[in-house]
């Protein structure tokens, strides 16, 4: 019966992101037409709602085609490479607390007589949780540059060359954002770091330049606007994907939401507190925690959209110098200021929040300051 | 002006020159000189560099085919073309028009594009268009025509009926030549050795509005060199205007710059009532006026939001587009049409403007003004993302704008105050108040803010033009001008004339003018001679230079687009930037392929 | 050990993803292959350049930023990797000593350096 839990467990974050996808996909263009004033998709169901059906199959119907001089092995692999991960990054999140043994799914998988504490509901509570994450969130970008070489398009090919360049450039502040998380919490597990902010109270309060740089580069990882520049249309017309078509195009797409979404869950489960909800996640059955936490995760995707549509998009040389040189020395100056905070309160015992409160304040304190004075030398400079 | 009449820089030409200035007159307030083709160059320069005169600004260089024209041009005499530079000096705000005759046995003169950059694409659309090799010219291609063509359109032997040069000419070699209408093969081995990525941006690309093709060749992200290719919209506008009457043409003018079609209807019809001296009565100069600025928030309208979603803000592109439809609205109320409004005729207008002209007009001056415009703003202008995308970017100077011949809101930006509304006011312009905003550093931020500045300044001038709107017809009562009314012409259900199907024409005399104006070979009465008229349209100075023979349809119009110039500028701007640069600094000359091609 | 501590519903996860992806892929070619009369032309079967012949191969030898990027990031990867098992223990063993935080400080005194020295000599500009 362990089997099957695991199985079903597998099947429903495949089910999931293949359900989330076309949602977002209207919620995006919803979203967008509320943002710009228009109406968006609303004609196919009722108030368009059965537009991602109509996409769905308009793109199933669509020819696959395939250049002549592309590398035909290669240009189908790509997508491949790129959903497979997107689809795998789910396994450490946790959706829920514990199903308990004695909840109807509990008794028809006869749970007590094998996990008397309930079910966990995440598919892998292995101990290398959040970087199991980001090793196969990083795999991705294979399928980018692949899609972007294979295609033998210029285009692509520097689509495929900016989505490359970009995600390593801000995987190492992603990196260095979970960190903080890590040095709080003591731990890789993903569902262990939840149950403590259960306690403790969720990261975000003692570290929101620690969240803010994870969202921020959490955007760029997914190549969500304003950092979209691998497949920015004003300039590289489709990006890496310029030369898909039906099925193989959708499965870019498919590939790209789900990254949204699976980046916001671990978000949500790293900073947000995951299902907790500040004790009421005691009260009530698992499936309302499950509830909790989908709340939230889309929560983030409408920041994530809500983003998109406001800013305009960076150039190249701007990314990489907010990558490299404002996003990765501000990760790791919080990385030692947490580090103090939580020495001075394990050492002699200072009151955890108001030590770490004043670390993150004197961080944002040296952001404003350096950019203002940034900004002082690029007046001067103007004015010479 | 001196004492005996002629102006100064006439008389130092003559100086200067002395018998290789072969003719010099003045006709409709404009001066002319005639320079003999050996001395042009030397002669142009002096009127360049020359500290008194300055000539700096070449606002156009085209040519006339004369072998057709019905009387002899003096100093012209034996030639069969005549090379135009109308030329402008900013110092003076003067302008001057200098011609050189070219024969039809050796067609080549000397290129001026060292003495102005502006010359380089123009001398390659005469040389396109009329055959005519500038030496010394750094690239002389074709520039509207595709390289395999092999005739000179706007020649006058040129035929107009028939296959023509269809005949000769193959779609299929010209498809496969798009390929190599770029120069790849003298670059071919030099690109492979720096193995810079040669890449097409348009003609078919999401940024390139229209059909621009601009190629790029890139080392990584960093453009090395940018070159622009033309003609993709080219529909002969000019050679048409040659076969149509006097207003049949201004449903072309239309669509050369389609964002702001009133004010090409209005440059054209106001070059023609210069042509022939009439003076339109105050409200259709009023109405035009107002007219005009709406084309021009709508124009820019349309440039913010294309400007806006190149770099990646995709909600200003369609908050601005809402009051671009709104502005149309008022177009329709006024003309019946959307886009190709036709609003102008020869004389005045084609009708009066509307009961809701103005409570429509002031209700979108209201709204732009207090909410539109200032949520744009608040979107873009204030942005760190926006300003590090368009500060530094296209910087171009005020000396190599002026040498470009950029106009309008570019040439502004760069910090030259000039605008024709205020330097030549044409059309009460006078009589109104507005500031000219100019920018500082001349780059893409600076256009920005300077089109955001006008768009205010336009609101002003639409406030001031309701307030002021003399009453009065909107027409010139010379019925040989003027399109008869219809109701003169024809009873129609409208609420003046009660339709009666037993007296269905309204007047003899109605239906006779009607019939004059309207038929081949008689038409609006424009007496022989030439005309430069120049208006600020959106991009700039969009100049008209019209050459009658006292015919019933144009000897040759010849339109100065300010797209054409502006967007020659392009290579310089992108001089050292980026990849993403292209579609900054291409949004921000706001270049139009109708216009620019024409 | 139960079964979700363990690889192996990554495993099942991984085959799950695999073959979706495939049978995805696979349907749509069976679709352009069966049910779709794909119309032939030669212009059809072009890689898109805006719209006109391609000038040239995309095959280039591309800019050596990009592998410039590429190298600092694998030596900063590097480090930032041994940052994971200090932050996992660290909680637990600054209460005993604070020899973790000064060793850590020095490891991160190490990498600023090389940083900075990246830094100054214009490795993270793009130009």
Redesign the interface.
């Known amino acids: 019966m362990?089997?099957a839990?695991?199985?079903a467990?597998?099947?429903f974050?495949?089910a999931f992101i293949l359900a989330i996808v076309p949602m977002l996909v209207l919620g995006e263009r919803k979203v967008s037409g509320w943002i710009q004033d228009r109406h968006g998709p609303n004609r196919v169901g009722p108030g368009g709602l059965l537009q991602p059906l109509a996409d769905g199959i308009k793109f199933?119907?669509?020819?696959?085609?395939?250049?002549?001089?592309?590398d035909r092995k290669l240009y189908?692999a790509a997508?491949?490479l790129l959903?497979?991960p997107a689809?795998?990054s789910g396994?450490i999140i946790p959706w829920s607390k514990p199903i308990p043994a004695d909840s109807f799914i509990g008794n028809l998988l006869s749970a007590e007589n094998?996990?008397p504490d309930g079910i966990?509901f995440?598919?892998?509570?292995?101990?290398v949780g959040v970087?199991?994450f980001l090793a196969i969130v990083s795999l991705g970008v294979y399928g980018v540059i692949l899609a972007g070489?294979a295609?033998?398009?210029?285009?692509?090919?520097l689509g495929g060359?900016r989505a490359?360049?970009q995600v390593?450039?801000y995987?190492?502040s992603l990196?260095?954002s979970i960190?903080a998380v890590?040095?709080?919490a003591?731990?890789?597990q993903v569902d262990k770091i939840v149950e403590q902010q259960a306690g403790a109270g969720w990261f975000i309060f003692y570290q929101p330049v620690a969240w803010f740089l994870f969202s921020v580069t959490a955007l760029a990882e997914t190549n969500r606007a304003p950092f979209d520049l691998a497949e920015c249309e004003q300039e590289l017309?489709g990006g890496y994907h310029?030369?898909y078509s039906?099925?193989?195009f959708?499965?870019f797409f498919l590939a790209e939401y789900g990254n949204m979404a699976m980046s916001s869950a671990l978000n949500v489960s790293l900073f947000l507190g995951g299902w907790t909800l500040f004790g009421l996640e005691e009260m009530i059955p698992w499936y309302l925690t499950f509830l909790i936490f989908i709340g939230k995760v889309l929560l983030f995707l409408f920041v994530f959209l809500w983003v998109r549509w406001t800013f305009p998009r960076f150039r190249?040389?701007q990314l990489?110098?907010l990558g490299?040189?404002m996003a990765?020395?501000l990760a790791?100056g919080n990385?030692?200021v947490t580090?103090?905070a939580?020495?001075l309160h394990?050492?002699w015992s200072a009151p955890l929040w108001p030590v770490m409160a004043a670390g993150q304040l004197a961080l944002i304190g040296a952001v404003v300051l350096t950019s203002v004075l940034n900004a002082r030398a690029d007046a001067q400079r103007s004015q010479a | 002006m001196s004492a005996n009449g002629k102006p100064q820089t006439i008389e130092k030409l003559v100086d200067a020159f002395g018998g290789a200035v072969l003719h010099t007159g003045e006709a409709l307030g404009e001066w002319s000189a005639v320079v003999a083709l050996d001395s042009i160059h030397a002669a142009l320069q002096f009127l360049a560099s020359d500290s008194e005169l300055a000539y700096e600004h070449l606002s156009d260089l085209t040519a006339v085919d004369l072998s057709q024209l019905n009387r002899a041009e003096p100093g012209l005499d034996g030639a069969r073309y005549a090379v135009v530079y109308h030329l402008y000096s900013p110092q003076n705000e003067t302008r001057l028009r200098v011609k050189t005759p070219v024969t039809d046995e050796n067609p080549t003169a000397p290129t001026v594009s060292d003495i102005w950059a502006a010359a380089g694409w123009a001398e390659r659309e005469v040389y396109d268009m009329f055959g005519i090799a500038f030496e010394n010219h750094p690239d002389l291609r074709r520039i509207l025509m595709p390289d395999n063509f092999t005739s000179h359109p706007l020649r006058k032997d040129y035929p107009t009926k028939g296959l023509g040069e269809r005949a000769a000419f193959n779609f299929e070699t010209s498809a496969?030549n798009?390929?190599g209408k770029?120069d790849?093969t003298d670059r071919?081995e030099d690109?492979?050795e720096s193995?810079t990525?040669?890449?097409?941006?348009?003609?078919?690309?999401p940024a390139?509005h229209g059909t621009l093709?601009l190629?790029v060749e890139l080392?990584?992200?960093?453009i090395v060199r940018a070159t622009p290719h033309l003609g993709y919209l080219h529909t002969g506008f000019e050679k048409l205007a040659e076969a149509m009457h006097w207003n049949q043409w201004i449903v072309v003018t239309d669509r050369m710059n389609y964002l702001s079609p009133l004010s090409n209807n209005f440059g054209y019809v106001l070059a023609v009532e210069k042509l022939i001296g009439v003076e339109i009565p105050k409200r259709a100069q009023y109405i035009r006026v107002a007219l005009a600025e709406l084309a021009r928030i709508a124009d820019y309208m349309v440039w913010l939001g294309t400007h806006a979603l190149d770099i990646g803000a995709f909600t200003a592109f369609l908050y601005a587009f809402q009051q671009r439809e709104k502005a149309y609205e008022i177009f329709e109320a006024c003309a019946g049409a959307r886009l190709t409004i036709s609003y102008t005729r020869v004389g005045g207008l084609f009708y009066d403007a509307p009961e809701s002209f103005e409570p429509m007009m002031r209700a979108f001056v209201k709204e732009f003004t207090d909410e539109a415009l200032p949520e744009i703003e608040k979107l873009l202008s204030r942005n760190r993302i926006w300003i590090d995308r368009t500060q530094g970017v296209g910087v171009i100077s005020a000396e190599e704008a002026v040498s470009y011949g950029l106009t309008g809101p570019c040439l502004r930006g760069s910090g030259v105050r000039r605008d024709l509304r205020k330097t030549e006011p044409y059309s009460s312009y006078e009589e109104f108040e507005f500031d000219v905003p100019v920018g500082a550093s001349g780059d893409t931020y600076d256009r920005y803010l300077v089109r955001l500045e006008e768009l205010r300044q336009s609101c002003r001038i639409i406030t001031q033009a309701l307030d002021n709107m003399p009453d009065g017809p909107v027409n010139v009562e010379d019925h040989k001008l003027r399109f008869a009314d219809k109701s003169h012409v024809y009873k129609t259900p409208d609420h003046t004339h009660p339709y009666d199907p037993t007296q269905p024409y309204g007047s003899i005399e109605g239906l006779i003018h009607h019939f004059k104006v309207n038929m081949d070979g008689h038409g609006v009465p424009v007496p022989a001679g030439e005309a430069y008229c120049a208006t600020e349209s959106p991009n700039g100075e969009l100049g008209f230079y019209i050459v009658s023979d006292g015919s019933g349809t144009p000897y040759r119009v010849r339109v100065r687009p300010p797209s054409f110039y502006n967007y020659q500028s392009l290579p310089r701007l992108l001089e050292g930037h980026m990849m993403s640069d292209v579609v900054t600094a291409l949004g921000s000359l706001n270049v139009i392929a109708g216009e620019l091609d024409r | 050990m139960?079964?979700?501590?363990?690889?192996?519903?990554?495993l099942?996860?991984?085959v799950?993803?695999?073959v979706?992806?495939?049978v995805?892929?696979l349907?749509?070619?069976l679709?352009?292959r069966f049910?779709?009369k794909?119309r032939e032309g030669e212009a059809?079967?072009?890689?898109?350049?805006?719209?006109?012949?391609?000038?040239?191969?995309?095959?280039?030898?591309?800019?050596?930023?990009?592998y410039l990027?590429?190298m600092?990031?694998i030596i900063?990867?590097i480090e930032?990797v041994f940052?994971?098992p200090w932050?996992?223990?660290?909680?637990?063993m600054?209460?005993e000593s604070?020899l973790i935080?000064w060793e850590?400080?020095v490891f991160?005194a190490i990498?600023?350096l090389g940083?900075a020295y990246v830094?100054r000599k214009g490795g993270?500009?793009?130009?």
Not at chain 1, 60 to 70: C, F, G
Not at chain 3, 2 to 10: C, K, Q, S, V
């Open positions: 362990e089997l839990a695991t199985a467990k597998a099947v974050i495949v199933l119907a669509k020819e696959v085609l395939a250049p002549k001089s592309v189908f997508p491949a959903l497979v689809l795998m396994a094998w996990s966990p995440q598919l892998a509570r292995i101990d970087l199991y070489w295609s033998n398009n210029k285009y692509t090919l060359l490359s360049a390593i450039s995987e190492l990196g260095l960190l890590l040095l709080m003591g731990t890789l017309v310029t030369e039906g099925m193989t959708a499965t190249f040389d990489m110098r490299w040189k990765l020395p790791l990385v030692i580090a103090g939580i020495a394990e050492m | 496969s798009l390929v770029s790849s071919g690109a492979i193995e990525m040669v890449l097409n941006i348009g003609p078919q690309h390139t093709h190629e080392d990584g992200e960093r | 139960p079964a979700a501590d363990t690889y192996f519903p990554i099942l996860l991984f799950i993803a695999v979706l992806a495939g995805i892929l349907i749509a070619r679709i352009t049910a779709i794909p059809k079967y072009t890689v898109y350049e805006s719209g006109v012949n391609p000038l040239g191969d995309a095959r280039l030898r591309f800019s050596i930023k990009f990027v590429a600092i990031f900063f990867d930032v940052f994971y932050a996992v223990v660290f909680r637990d600054v209460k604070p935080l850590m400080l991160v990498l600023a940083y830094w993270l500009d793009w130009d």
